[in-house]
């Protein structure tokens, strides 16, 4: 057991270093580059004078926090969503959570009835949507069974709100609903430096709860019946989860748009390289691999920018969506 | 340990309609270290009297008693200290190794983030032993065979160290041998460790061979009849079949 622990550790540490120097890579990377070692001066000094280091923390820090928060929360959503509903399948977008986000922000941003200026407001919109389609989910998941179906579900309620998104925009202002389908493209690059510590505040706040629900996370894998006599309170836990869920999912979509596959696929992947069902260590292994996911997505976009403008959206589509199919046609 | 008093056993249709009554268990009562078997037809109500006892469904009327203490009145908490279930069939989860699903049994002793103390490993590491289980501790859940599987959960209630474990029809899916050697082990735990086991099953033979009280349900009077060894098997079969 001991020696298995020491395993995952190492697991942990190798995805841990991978990201770090990635991270630094990515620092590098923009509209010019900037040499390593001016990275790490522009992180600790605080010369406003000199450009290099005036760029790197006033466009570069926050892009790259965003991803590695992005990924970290999304990720770690989707593995709630998936031993909450024993389905390798779930996650916060394919579920429609990330759609009841982002309905909220669509009336925040482009109608007179929702009048969230403030970050906190928009956030709170949209933490607020997530949660609304999280309970509707559970709700249907009492009903509907069949795990496929469950999706369905999710899909119907994604279209649903799509189709209201849709009538928002047909009211909205032009400059509201261009910033809007700016928006839902997904970018890293929307968070100011002085917004970071609100976005790292509720990734954190999730993370730590999630932590606290390892045990009857642990547990939930046996079934509710099963985890209910090892004295796991069903309903409320289901609850907890889709709460934690919303947070997380709801202030990521709310600064970064609906980003679309990470808390399907990093899950995924972590359980197939951990091989473990111990929600400590894929909690842990779905924080690095999700944050590991989206820093590779922006090194690519940083890389591809001179020719190509590939909105985020549209990167994790291309690489969850492959990974989706293999899932169903090994696991279905 | 255990005493019925007059429980109505059924379940609710729907809010508006009458209760539908099963059985009535008339006064009953279990001590430590007796292995009863539970028998009846298909839709007698084995699993509704678990189910009851479990929580799951609604005790229609009268009450049950633990060691003298009504039933409803321990919390959610003493009960999973109480009372373990083994469900008929478990699937095995991928990458839940065999130590894994033992230890979780461990999980209502354990606390808030499931640190183990030096009591939970040892009891762990006994039932591994107990039951011949250490060389499959690293095995993963997913591809044991039907007779390791039903023993691994049978640890999993062992390690959760409760006064009375019940089985749903913990033989249904094995065969001659495992079956055998379910009941053995069960029969070893009742009287060594003083617990008090319910299993339901339909291996009428096997139950009249290892238990040392068999409790049938007669559907046509609608209650439950006590046998004590030793059985009579053409006796029974004609009262409850």
């Known amino acids: 057991m001991k020696t298995l622990n020491k395993s995952y550790w190492r697991r942990s540490g190798l995805l841990f270093i991978l990201l770090l120097l990635l991270v630094l890579y990515d620092l590098t990377l923009g509209s010019f580059p900037i040499a390593l070692k001016d990275v790490f001066k522009g992180l600790f ?72 200026g403030s970050d906190l407001g928009l956030i709170g919109a949209a933490i607020l949507g997530a949660f609304i389609a999280g309970l509707l989910i559970l709700l249907s998941s009492l009903y509907v069974k069949n795990k496929v179906s469950l999706l369905l579900v999710g899909i119907m309620l994604g279209s649903f709100s799509g189709a209201l998104i849709n009538v928002v925009q047909a009211y909205a202002d032009p400059n509201n609903l261009k910033q809007f389908m700016l928006w839902s493209f997904g970018s890293l690059q929307s968070v100011e430096y002085n917004q970071l510590w609100i976005l790292t505040l509720f990734a954190t706040a999730g993370i730590v709860l999630t932590l606290l629900i390892v045990k009857p996370l642990n547990l939930l894998i046996l079934g509710d019946r099963n985890a209910s006599l090892l004295g796991v309170n069903i309903k409320q836990i289901r609850v907890v989860i889709v709460l934690i869920t919303a947070v997380l999912t709801g202030v990521v979509t709310a600064f970064c748009g609906p980003i679309a596959f990470v808390g399907l696929v990093v899950p995924n992947i972590i359980k197939l390289i951990y091989k473990t069902t111990n929600h400590y260590h894929l909690v842990i292994g779905c924080i690095l691999g ?30 969850g969506a492959p990974i989706v199919l293999w899932i169903i046609i090994r696991k279905f | 340990m255990l005493r019925f008093s007059q429980l109505n056993i059924g379940f609710t249709k729907g809010q508006r309609q009458d209760p539908k009554v099963l059985f009535t268990s008339g006064e009953l009562s279990f001590q430590a270290g007796d292995f009863v078997a539970l028998i009846g037809p298909n839709g007698s109500g084995k699993t509704t009297l678990f189910n009851t006892i479990l929580d799951h469904q609604p005790l229609l009327s009268g009450n049950l008693f633990f060691n003298e203490k009504d039933w409803k009145t321990l919390s959610r908490k003493e ?51 107990e039951l011949d289980l250490t060389q499959f501790a690293e095995k993963d859940t997913l591809y044991l065979s039907d007779g390791e599987r039903q023993i691994a959960m049978i640890g999993k209630a062992l390690a959760q160290e409760t006064r009375i474990i019940i089985l749903d029809e913990p033989t249904a899916f094995l065969d001659y041998n495992n079956r055998r050697k379910v009941l053995k082990i069960l029969q070893k735990v009742a009287r060594k460790n003083k617990q008090l086991i319910f299993i339901s099953s339909h291996d009428l033979e096997l139950c009249f061979e290892y238990c040392n009280r068999v409790v049938g349900i007669d559907q046509k009077q609608k209650e439950m009849c006590d046998f004590f060894e030793p059985f009579h098997k053409e006796d029974i079969i004609s009262k409850i079949f």
Do not use: W
Not at chain 1, 309 to 319: C, D, R
Not at chain 2, 88 to 110: C, D, T, W, Y
Not at chain 2, 118 to 127: S, T
């Open chain 1, 45 to 116: 000094s605080t010369n406003p004078d000199a450009t290099a280091e005036l760029t790197l923390r006033v466009f570069r820090f926050p892009r790259v926090v965003t991803a590695v928060i992005a990924g970290a929360t999304l990720s770690l959503s989707g593995l709630l969503m998936q031993t909450l509903f024993q389905n390798p399948l779930a996650g916060p977008y394919v579920l429609g959570i990330n759609s009841g986000a982002s309905l909220m922000v669509a009336l925040s941003t482009m109608s007179s009835f929702f009048l969230f």
């Open chain 2, 79 to 129: 009960k999973v200290k109480t009372v373990s279930f083994v469900p008929s069939k478990f699937n095995g989860v991928q990458h839940l190794s065999v130590k894994e699903l033992i230890a979780m049994g461990r999980a209502p002793h354990a606390n808030l983030l499931n640190q183990f103390s030096q009591k939970d490993h040892q009891v762990v590491a006994k039932v591994m032993e």
């Open chain 1, 290 to 319: 999700g944050a590991l996911l989206i820093v590779v997505c922006d090194i690519v976009m940083q890389l591809l920018s001179p020719f190509l403008n590939l909105p985020l959206n549209a990167l994790t589509a291309l690489i």
